[in-house]
Structure formats: C-alpha cells, structure tokens
C-alpha cells in the first residue's frame, strides 16, 4: 500500500502536467488560426527587406556548415544540403538577382519552399526578421524593371521599404531554373 500511496502524486503530477501542455498547444493553435491574412515572413537579403507569404514559405534554419558545391553550375546556385532528410538545391538568390553575394554570418539562414511549392530548394538570406503585420502598411513606388518574383512593394510604418517575394513566381522562373552552365 506504501507503494501506491507514493506513485498516486506522480500519477497526478504527470496527469497536470499533460493537461497543462495539451492547455497550452490548444492555445497556440487558436491564435495560430487567428493570424490575421496579412501576416509575412519578414527576411532581409542584402540591405534588402523581404516578405514572404507564410503559405509559400518552408523551414528557416541556420546555414548548414557543409554546402556540397555542384559542378558545372551558375555561381549563385551555391549546392546541395540535406535538410533532415531531404535534399535541398541552395541558391544566393542576391546574386541570382545581380546584386552581389550574400555575406554569410551566424545570422544567416536557409529559406526553404514550402511544400505545396514541389521544388526541393532554399535561399539564402542574411537574417530571418520574423512576421510582419501588412495589413496597416502602404503602398511604395517602384523603380525600374523588376524580375516577375519582385512582387509589389511595401513601406513599414517607419519609413522602411519591403519587397514581397513570390517563391512560387520565382520557382516557375526559367532563368532560375537553369542552373546549369
């Protein structure tokens, strides 16, 4: 009986435990559900401010410290990663764009696509911004040709210019599908 009298308060611990957990991810997940529709991505590239739609966007993750260099390619696809399993084409998208290369530091990231996208690749971005609310933000003038990707441009409530960054239209690009040289 001593036995049961001292598993009984673990039991419960445990059983609070996982109650409390389960509270918490039912929470999450409403807020989640919530997020209003103008919700963004925010990375920067360069001295460049992007947007990504969440929908189009995959996993964020640091740099991998090996990137398998692929012969015979376009200097901004800069190789292949295994990203938990799956094998992921890394693009310098700056360069891609003819803006230079991206400077690599411990804020760097890999911008994966998302699934829905059906290609196995990343960007390389200099730094994740986290989400950004759109939905009070304004519309900005946009100068000179852009590549198709480059949708509209935004400007913050603080002055700073944004440029929404269409994977799908990037991914559906010729240019960026020919990686070969």
Do not use: Y
């Amino acid at each position: 009986m001593s036995d049961e009298a001292t598993d009984l308060p673990v039991a419960e611990s445990r059983s609070g435990r996982l109650r409390e957990f389960q509270d918490q991810l039912a929470e999450r997940l409403r807020k989640a559900e919530l997020a209003p529709s103008s919700a963004r991505l925010g990375v920067q590239l360069g001295d460049r401010r992007l947007l990504v739609n969440l929908v189009q966007a995959g996993q964020i993750v640091p740099v991998p410290r090996s990137i398998t260099q692929v012969p015979l390619a376009r200097s901004w696809l800069v190789g292949l990663v295994n990203l938990r399993g799956q094998l992921l084409a890394v693009s310098d998208l700056l360069e891609w764009l003819g803006e230079g290369q991206t400077v690599l530091n411990r804020e760097s990231r890999l911008l994966a696509f998302g699934a829905s996208l059906k290609l196995n690749a990343a960007i390389l971005v200099t730094r994740a911004l986290g989400l950004q609310d759109t939905s009070a933000w304004g519309l900005a003038q946009v100068d000179g040709a852009r590549p198709d990707c480059l949708r509209r441009a935004l400007t913050d409530p603080h002055g700073n210019r944004w440029d929404e960054l269409d994977l799908a239209l990037l991914a559906a690009d010729p240019a960026f599908q020919s990686a070969a040289r």
